[in-house]
């Protein structure tokens, strides 16, 4: 049994998760706890309140102001390893401040750690892609935030689209309204379309996704699954959850 463990902030699209599990087979068990409702991006004037550790303090004593209860109830529950479910709440600190996160987090878990921006800039690697789109639903300036992130990674951004909504908005939308969020947010030039919100439900519609935009799409909640099973080694191959997932070596569902 892989045990995967993630911190997911507020209750918005987390029911993506045991729709994951239930589609990678039953070897893989996600254990999923919340760590309160906060807009980490739409506070990127101060990006590292409460995640970051303050002056004279321990890297794990920034963790836990925050994420610790969260962290140890996924050590009591037995997982191998903790991923921050939040796109926007890594990218805020930008590239180097992210990893200070992520090495934070892995100290104060004991355990191989990362988040979901690192998600994407593995995943594009992953899939082989050089240039991307991106369909966000935060506005312009979060969004910007994010291009730059993926950027300092070496990740071609040729366009950023903008919805300019609320995490509680997004969470309701259905298939329709995210095809439609893909389709404004590709571009010609673009190998692969970003969707980088984790309040957005995206597990049900990825085959949808790629069949309509005719190219790999990577979502926040996919990524952040796939993440956590590249940090303890798993390959699996489930088509359902998107291209990302039908890469080699696998094992097979």
């Not at 993506?16 to 999923?32: A, C, H, N, T, W």
């Not at 935060?138 to 935030?145: G, M, S």
């Not at 984790?198 to 990524?223: C, R, W």
């Not at 956590?228 to 997932?245: E, I, M, W, Y």
């Amino acid at each position: 049994m892989t045990a995967l463990g993630f911190l997911y902030p507020g209750h918005h699209a987390e029911d993506d998760y045991p729709r994951m599990e239930q589609l990678l087979g039953s070897d893989i068990r996600v254990d999923l706890v919340h760590t309160g409702d906060v807009e980490e991006a739409r506070l990127a004037q101060a990006p590292t309140k409460g995640l970051l550790p303050g002056a004279g303090e321990r890297p794990e004593d920034g963790v836990s102001r925050r994420l610790a209860a969260g962290v140890d109830e996924l050590r009591l529950a037995g997982a191998e390893t903790v991923v921050l479910a939040s796109t926007s709440g890594s990218f805020v600190h930008g590239w180097e401040g992210a990893h200070e996160q992520v090495r934070a987090l892995a100290l104060a878990a004991g355990m191989p750690a990362s988040a979901t921006s690192f998600a994407f800039v593995h995943a594009v690697r992953e899939i082989g892609v050089r240039r991307v789109a991106v369909a966000a639903t935060y506005p312009d300036d979060v969004a910007e935030l994010f291009a730059g992130f993926l950027r300092a990674a070496g990740v071609e951004v040729v366009s950023v689209h903008c919805a300019g909504a609320a995490p509680d908005e997004v969470s309701r939308w259905g298939a329709q309204e995210v095809l439609a969020l893909a389709r404004q947010g590709d571009h010609a030039d673009a190998h692969a379309v970003l969707l980088p919100d984790t309040a957005l439900h995206t597990a049900a519609y990825l085959t949808e996704l790629e069949k309509g935009l005719v190219k790999p799409v990577l979502t926040a909640n996919q990524v952040t699954m796939w993440e956590a099973l590249r940090l303890v080694d798993r390959r699996v191959n489930a088509p359902t959850l998107g291209s990302l997932f039908t890469k080699e070596p696998v094992v097979q569902v």
